[in-house]
């Protein structure tokens, strides 16, 4: 059973790792035209009269007014940190923030249909974030998925290491810099979805999960859901995320713009660890280093194997 679960490990990652690139347009497809608003292929045209008169009437009618998701997005930001692009071990670039700066220059696009561009503007967040006062942080706009930091007793619990590992390591090395340096106690997987487990490996040593003194804990079934949606349906799934999200297309307000929850997926190492620790009752309680998590099994909603957690210290789900 070990040597089976080795095997298909291996097999993640040579298969995922395509996806992972391939997610981040085989390396990061900057276009350098996109500030002046240039289309990144000659034959490019133009949005027709017709477009430009939809997007108008769309603009006028959807409750753009109404601004709150931008102030509330801003609240509890730390800081951003000094650089915009994150380079992988193999390389290439995994991460690019400045790649979309053109989403900034206070434009509306013609090419791009409003709602997306608000949501496109509303995911351009970069950085550190409080989310509970001195418990819990967030870092945003390193991937596709936000990573989550609980602050324990003596270190970080990690909620969703992002899909590479460089962008992980990034991440908690901007906590550890802005907060104070903390070793990782534990890991929770919320879900068998790859942008919330792939960059495991930038977080923790797998030596130390082996031991058990990391924890990696898991909602039931999800090695099984993990391997079956990124190996066994691995090459349809990246051929429908090609053509969902456009992600091969140069960052261009003619081009990929965003994924909607979030810019990408980095372009980086893709791996996994297997978990040490499953919730296999629909309800269960467990306390890490002195933080208490509530966590509730909830199979089948937007993953087949997903659960929730509340922590009641911090009143927070
Ligand atoms: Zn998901």
Known sequence: M?????????????MTSGFAMAAGGGGVVADPGA?????????????S??????????????????????????????????????????GN?????GSYDFLLQGKDFD???????????????????????????????????????????????????LTAKETARAALELVNEKLGK???????????????????????DEADVKSGKVKIIAP??????AIAENVYAGNAMTRRMYFQYGVLLPRSPFGHVDQSIGKNTAAGNLGLIEPNVYINQPYEKMT????????????????????NTYFPQFKAF
Do not use: C
């Open 49 to 90: 009269s017709y477009t430009v008169e939809l997007q108008n009437v769309l603009r006028k009618t959807l409750p753009f007014q109404d601004k709150r998701d931008f102030e509330e997005s801003k609240r509890g930001f730390i800081a951003a940190p000094p650089y915009k692009t994150i380079m992988a071990d193999a």
């Open 35 to 47: 500030m002046q608003g240039k289309h990144f292929d000659e034959k490019g045209k133009a949005p």
């Open 220 to 225: 039931a079934g999800f090695m099984d859901h």
């Open 111 to 161: 090419s791009v249909h409003p709602s997306l561009q608000r949501q496109a503007i509303l995911n351009m967040g970069y950085g550190l974030y409080e989310v509970v006062p001195g418990k819990i942080y967030q870092v945003r706009g390193f991937d596709l998925a936000n990573i989550s930091f609980v602050k324990t007793n003596s270190g970080w619990i990690v909620f969703d290491p």
């Open 93 to 97: 670039v995994a991460w690019d923030m």
């Open 182 to 204: 903390r070793p990782v106690v534990a890991v929770v997987y919320s879900h068998s979805h790859g942008d919330h487990f792939g960059g495991v490996r930038g977080v923790v």
């Open 2 to 14: 070990k040597i089976k679960l080795n095997k298909i490990s291996i097999a993640i990652m040579m």
């Open 288 to 307: 890490v280093d002195g933080v208490e998590m509530e966590f509730q099994n909830t199979p089948g909603t937007e993953a087949p194997a997903e659960m």
